[in-house]
C-alpha cells in the first residue's frame, strides 16, 4: 500500500557542460501516469519546470529518443553512466548531463505507483473532459 500517489526525487545535474552543478528535480504523479516534469532551480531560486511523456525518460535509457522540445540522448555522453536531456524552446537550448541510475530509480519508483503499460486505468478521462470543456 503506497501512502502517496507521488514521486519525487532531486540530484544534482550539469548544465551545458558546465562545472557547477545544478539542482534539479524529478516528479511524477499517478493522477498525470503518462507525464514526468522535471524542473530546474535558477540562480534566482525559481523552478523552471518542463513536462513530457514518461515513455520518453523509458526509451532514452537505451537509445535516443525525443524528436520535440525534449529530447534523451545516451549516445552524446562519453560516461555510459550519463544520460543528455535536451531542452529546447523559443528562448533557447539548454543540454543537462544525469545518471543513468537515478532515473533508473525514479522510472522504477513511478511503475510501482502505475506500471508501464498500466497508465490507461489511472487516467481520468472524464476529468480531463470536464476541465477542457470549462475553459
Do not use: C, K
Not at 37 to 47: D, I, K, M, Q, Y
Not at 83 to 94: K, N, R
Request: glycine share 6%; no cysteine; aromatic share 8%.
Amino acid at each position: 500500500m503506497h501512502t502517496t500517489d507521488a514521486v519525487h526525487q532531486t540530484q544534482f545535474v550539469l548544465l551545458n557542460e558546465s562545472t557547477t552543478p545544478v539542482l534539479s528535480r524529478l516528479s511524477f504523479h499517478a493522477a498525470e501516469p503518462y507525464a514526468v516534469t522535471v524542473a530546474f532551480r535558477t540562480e534566482r531560486g525559481r523552478w523552471i519546470e518542463w513536462t513530457f511523456a514518461r515513455d520518453l525518460l523509458v526509451t532514452g535509457l537505451d537509445e535516443p529518443t525525443g524528436i520535440g522540445d525534449v529530447r534523451i540522448r545516451p549516445d552524446l555522453s562519453e560516461d555510459e553512466a550519463l544520460l543528455t536531456l535536451e531542452i529546447e524552446s523559443p528562448d533557447g537550448y539548454a543540454s543537462f548531463e544525469l545518471e543513468r541510475a537515478d532515473l533508473q530509480a525514479f522510472l522504477e519508483s513511478s511503475y510501482e505507483l502505475v506500471p508501464l503499460g498500466a497508465e490507461s486505468e489511472h487516467f481520468d478521462i472524464d476529468g480531463l473532459i470536464e476541465e477542457i470543456s470549462n475553459v
